[in-house]
């Protein structure tokens, strides 16, 4: 049982519904019945016989030679099925891995998808164009030549961005270059073991159902790998003018004359986000950011973290460290810290604070984004901010002050970037999207952008990012939010907590009463129908009110539980106060919740 953050490890992305099977769900379409020995053996030769890269045939050989069953067992039980997000799987031999084998059979069922709908094809008959980015991880650029080659194999065009780059210029390339499709091979912040397969379509948003199951079905009817022709050339390697568009489209976030005076340390958490931001912010006029140079340049191994998550206790020690060191030598405290994740989509923000053990804090993805609606809103920004029914209803209550449009998706971009009049759209995974009409995904260059003008500002105003904090909290009451995470290695365990959720619902949580429930798989009128139970909690002595959401993981053997307690302050002087408050009303959120999921 965890309390961490680590929603992504082995085998998804944050959000929902991956590639592989989700926890608390039934075998699907993509299980398969128990093979004896000798037939398992005989499946493995089988692909054995057809892989085409020679370092996951030998692992697979050594297996096979070795009969080492159970791990064939597992490696063959099914296939990585193919959902919202793609792919996603550790790396290795056999149809339950991310391998080359894998990698083509999906590029063949997206090629054919494509084919069958002649979606993007230009007036003068042109054949639909995909364009192909990749990160630094092992493998993916085997990946995206291997895509490529599909491509153009299936009579389509193809275009590959010119080196590993971060995912938003993946998904700004789509509508930028008029592509009928993006693939990004990337795994994001997951370990090292895994690699990933992430899809766009034309406008620039990743699919939805029902486009998953068709290119699922597409992929499902893919025969031997002999059937699927590999070009040996005819694709494009794109040169560095994409990236120069994407990066002259980063300044479309900034205010022209605004403060720039700030100083950022920022860590790319061994990813490829580092030249990219640097550019960003040097062709912005901030002073370039200092580097924490261990971390800067690409290494699939993500060899000084345990886990390449900036939300993963220990992942911002070396960012940390950073600071202090430019302090000591500079005399001069850095404003922030930055931190992208691997592929460069999520933005994580520290900031200084003399109470904390490292002497710096890493602030909440809704805080972050709190902070970013209510600059936005001081630039003037119109249009509809929307978040998900996960995160913090604070932003609710911003965009209300300022008589903007506001709504809630479920869980993901996938479903964010696509609310109608779109202006900024954040989730509390780090993920904020502040420019849509650039990157309909979330975008972790854009958003540090975005951050470092708003320290700007404050520091010439002589406030900091803590103050503007401070005074949300005043405005609009402290809204507390923390993640309670289950790990179980019996799937059936979640069904049977969802069960005993809905037959013995609670009636009071943390000391709330349970005012109303939503059975979140009936949907609402703006939510299709998903796994999940939403309480809407009562105030009671000093607490406003509070909520609590649980469902499945998508991605991990997990039940997950994200609450949120309110607290009015009235005054400053009450801030310290009605913070301990809430963060007890969150503990004993957890405590409970444990009792009523039998977990």
Not at 282 to 298: I, L
Not at 539 to 554: E, K, M, N, T, W
Request: proline letters at 6%; charged letters at 25%.
């Amino acid at each position: 049982m965890s309390d961490g953050r680590r929603d992504d490890a082995r085998s998804g992305g944050a959000g929902e519904a991956t590639g592989v099977r989700g926890a608390g769900e039934a075998p699907g379409p993509g299980a398969q019945a128990p093979d004896s020995d000798e037939a398992l053996l005989a499946r493995a030769r089988d692909w054995l016989a057809e892989d085409p890269d020679p370092q996951t045939r030998q692992e697979l050989a050594e297996l096979v030679d070795a009969r080492a069953v159970e791990e064939l067992r597992e490696r063959f039980s099914g296939t990585l099925q193919f959902g919202t997000a793609g792919l996603r799987g550790e790396l290795g031999a056999g149809p339950m891995r991310m391998n080359r084998s894998v990698v083509i059979r999906a590029a063949a069922g997206i090629a054919a998808h494509l084919r069958a709908h002649r979606a993007g094809a230009a007036a003068q008959g042109e054949e639909p164009l995909v364009v192909v980015g990749y990160d630094a991880r092992h493998k993916s650029a085997d990946f995206a030549r291997d895509t490529a080659a599909v491509m153009v194999g299936a009579g389509l065009r193809a275009a590959v961005l010119p080196s590993p780059l971060p995912t938003p210029v993946l998904a700004f390339a789509v509508r930028h270059l008029g592509a009928a499709a993006g693939i990004m091979v990337t795994a994001s912040h997951n370990p090292p073991r895994d690699n990933g397969y992430k899809v766009y379509l034309g406008d620039g948003l990743q699919i939805v159902p029902p486009a998953d199951g068709e290119i699922a079905a597409q992929i499902s009817s893919v025969g031997p790998l002999a059937g699927v022709v590999r070009a040996e050339s005819g694709w494009q390697v794109l040169g560095t003018e994409v990236l120069d568009a994407y990066l002259a489209r980063t300044g479309a976030v900034l205010t022209e004359g605004s403060p720039r005076e700030v100083r950022v340390v920022h860590t790319a958490m061994h990813g490829v986000g580092h030249e990219t931001a640097r550019l960003a912010f040097e062709r912005a006029g901030f002073p370039s950011p200092v580097p924490v140079a261990e971390q800067a340049e690409p290494d699939p191994d993500f060899s000084t973290v345990a886990f390449p998550n900036p939300e993963e206790p220990g992942a911002m020690e070396r960012a940390y460290a950073t600071a202090r060191a430019w302090e000591a030598e500079h005399g001069e405290r850095p404003d922030v810290i930055i931190a992208n994740d691997p592929d460069a989509d999520r933005c994580g923000v520290a900031v200084p604070d003399a109470a904390a053990e490292d002497g710096w804090r890493m602030l909440r993805g809704d805080q972050v984004g709190a902070v970013l609606a209510t600059h936005l809103i001081h630039k003037h920004a119109k249009g509809t901010f929307a978040t998900t029914i996960v995160s913090s209803s604070l932003l609710e209550r911003i965009a209300e002050a300022a008589g903007l449009p506001y709504t809630e998706t479920l869980t993901g971009f996938k479903w964010l970037a696509r609310v109608d009049g779109l202006r900024y759209g954040y989730e509390e995974a780090l993920g904020y999207c502040v420019d849509p009409e650039g990157v309909r995904d979330k975008d972790g260059i854009t958003a540090a952008l975005l951050v470092a003008e708003l320290a700007a500002e404050l520091k010439q105003a002589g406030r900091t990012l803590t103050d503007l904090l401070d005074d949300l909290d005043v405005e609009y009451g402290v809204h507390a939010t923390d993640q309670l995470s289950v790990r179980v290695d019996d799937l059936s365990l979640i069904g049977s907590a969802m069960e005993r959720l809905r037959a013995e619902p609670p009636t009071a949580l943390g000391g709330l009463g349970v005012a109303r429930v939503d059975d979140l798989t009936r949907g609402t009128e703006s939510l299709p129908p998903t796994d999940g139970l939403r309480y809407w909690l009562a105030g009671a002595d000093g607490v406003g009110g509070g909520r609590v959401v649980v469902r499945p993981s998508g991605t991990e053997p997990k039940l997950k539980c994200y609450l949120e307690v309110v607290v009015p302050v009235g005054e400053a002087a009450g801030l310290g106060p009605a913070r301990e408050r809430a963060a007890a009303v969150l503990d004993r959120f957890k405590d409970d919740l444990r009792r009523a999921t039998g977990l």
